[in-house]
């Protein structure tokens, strides 16, 4: 088992072997870890749909884009805010901090009360999870590679270049890894 603090707050990066649909070329920020299972969101997938659509009073206060987007194939009647933590402030009642630089927002909360104290939010509906030992397993098979989060990866105006730019700023092989075609067999 590895280690909860250890993937916690991390990004698990889709290698280019991982082709099932749902998670091909696909940047999760890892939520949680533990010993029953795991759970995170899909940062690069956003909908065609305004977060104002289902909740109106956040529309202003999201990051751009700001779309509902897709945190992954599991619980997607449900919608969860996840936020950067800026550095030095304290947190409001309505904000969870999940690791040093991230949050979850309760969204039933005033947006007002929330935003000052929070870099910037980004809501999604649904996540992805894991049962006990399936994302180590996944580990194993080497379907991702597991780097460091920066808040811009959560809140990224341009989630469609996320992928890259992530494995790009890692250097070395994931850099190149970063270059190759979407389709695996032109590489």
Do not use: C
């Given at each position: 088992?590895t280690d909860d603090a250890a993937l916690r707050g991390r990004l698990l990066v889709a290698t280019p072997r991982l082709r099932e649909p749902t998670f091909h070329r696909t940047v999760i920020l890892l939520l949680d870890h533990g010993e029953e299972g795991a759970i995170g969101v899909?940062?690069?997938?956003?909908?065609?749909?305004?977060?104002?659509?289902?909740?109106?009073?956040?529309?202003?206060?999201?990051?751009?884009?700001?779309?509902?987007?897709?945190?992954?194939?599991?619980?997607?009647?449900?919608?969860?805010?996840?936020?950067?933590?800026?550095?030095?402030?304290?947190?409001?009642?309505?904000?969870?901090?999940?690791?040093?630089?991230?949050?979850?927002?309760?969204?039933?909360?005033?947006?007002?009360?929330?935003?000052?104290?929070?870099?910037?939010?980004?809501?999604?509906?649904?996540?992805?999870?894991?049962?006990?030992?399936?994302?180590?397993?996944?580990?194993?098979?080497?379907?991702?590679?597991?780097?460091?989060?920066?808040?811009?990866?959560?809140?990224?105006?341009?989630?469609?270049?996320?992928?890259?730019?992530?494995?790009?700023?890692?250097?070395?092989?994931?850099?190149?890894?970063?270059?190759?075609?979407?389709?695996?067999?032109?590489?």
């Open positions: 088992m899909v940062l690069n997938r956003p909908s065609t749909v305004d977060v104002g659509v289902v909740l109106p009073d956040w529309q202003e206060h999201v990051s751009d884009p700001p779309r509902l987007f897709h945190g992954g194939p599991v619980g997607l009647d449900g919608a969860m805010g996840v936020a950067a933590l800026p550095h030095g402030t304290g947190l409001s009642p309505e904000v969870d901090r999940v690791t040093g630089r991230f949050g979850l927002v309760d969204l039933d909360a005033e947006p007002t009360s929330v935003a000052p104290h929070v870099g910037g939010v980004r809501v999604f509906a649904g996540h992805a999870g894991w049962g006990a030992g399936q994302l180590e397993d996944e580990l194993a098979e080497r379907a991702w590679y597991v780097v460091d989060a920066v808040p811009d990866d959560v809140l990224t105006a341009e989630p469609e270049k996320l992928w890259r730019k992530v494995l790009r700023r890692q250097g070395g092989d994931l850099a190149i890894v970063s270059t190759f075609a979407e389709d695996a067999s032109l590489n």
